[in-house]
């Protein structure tokens, strides 16, 4: 029988490798592991990566096993979702990997400057409606600037248009370096092994025919970010467990 959600969270407060710290208690109580996370948790001097919106989990695990010399975090704040990630990766033995449930219009609490390698940005939610609530926003990416290193790597695996389109309007208008792109990555002739792990909800959108997009950028602490005054065309399908978007046809 599978666990229902109560269950599922009484499990998350006993992991040794899971820390809850959403809005309710934020503010109450300090997170002391804010610049220590190698020394207090991962106990070594690797890269630290994050993985924002991890929803199960599926890419901070895959990844922790694929490359065993960086640590990854995994962040979101739907606790019965990470829960499968969290107990595959204990139940693994890894100590390379944690999750951090917590909102992410706040994680610059929970990082010192410079902590952060690299983050990834795995089918994120495109709120087309509201600009500031885009993970590639200015509004994110400044926060971003206060824990990742100088020139750090921001990865985007996106099955929305909106999302891929905006993200490369961004790039364009701030002149940030950029690695890698392709508007269909599963027909690219490029898909590595790190790309090539298939999430829960990629699964399904690829079964309804849906291309996957991939930018990989790197962001410099100089300079003052702008936000791209561009009129962007909605995307026409409802994504897997979204709700149903604006009638407009097109958004800032």
């Given amino acids: 029988m599978s666990k229902g959600k109560l269950e599922k969270f009484a499990d998350m407060a006993s992991y040794p490798h899971v820390f809850e710290y959403p ?15 190698n020394k207090r948790f991962f106990k070594n001097d690797h890269p630290i990566v994050l993985e924002l919106g991890c929803g199960r989990g599926e890419y901070t695990v895959g990844l922790g096993r694929m490359f065993p010399d960086k640590n990854f975090i995994g962040v979101d704040i739907k606790g019965a979702r990470m829960w499968s990630g969290a107990t595959e990766s204990l139940q693994s033995g ?24 690299e983050i990834w940005l795995t089918f994120s939610d495109p709120q087309m409606k509201k600009a500031t609530k885009r993970l590639t926003s200015t509004y994110f990416m400044e926060r971003y600037r206060r824990f990742l290193k100088d020139d750090g790597t921001i990865h985007v695996k996106t099955d929305s248009n909106f999302m891929f389109t905006y993200t490369k309007y961004m790039i364009e208008k701030n002149s940030l370096p950029v690695e890698f792109v392709t508007d269909d990555l599963y027909h690219s002739g490029l898909v590595d092994e790190i790309l090539g792990i298939r999430t829960y909800y990629e699964q399904q959108w690829l079964d309804r ?13 100089a300079g003052e970010l702008q936000e791209p005054d561009v009129e962007i065309e909605l995307d026409e399908y409802r994504s897997y467990n979204r709700s149903k978007r604006s009638g407009l046809q097109t958004s800032k």
Avoid at 110 to 117: K, R
């Fill in 23 to 37: 809005y309710s208690v934020v503010d109450d109580v300090p997170f002391e592991m804010k610049g220590e996370w």
């Fill in 209 to 221: 025919g849906l291309s996957i997009k991939y930018v990989k950028f790197r962001l410099p602490q």
């Fill in 94 to 117: 890894m100590s390379n990997v944690a999750f951090l449930r917590t909102n992410i219009e706040i994680i610059d609490r929970f990082f010192a400057p410079g902590e952060v390698s």
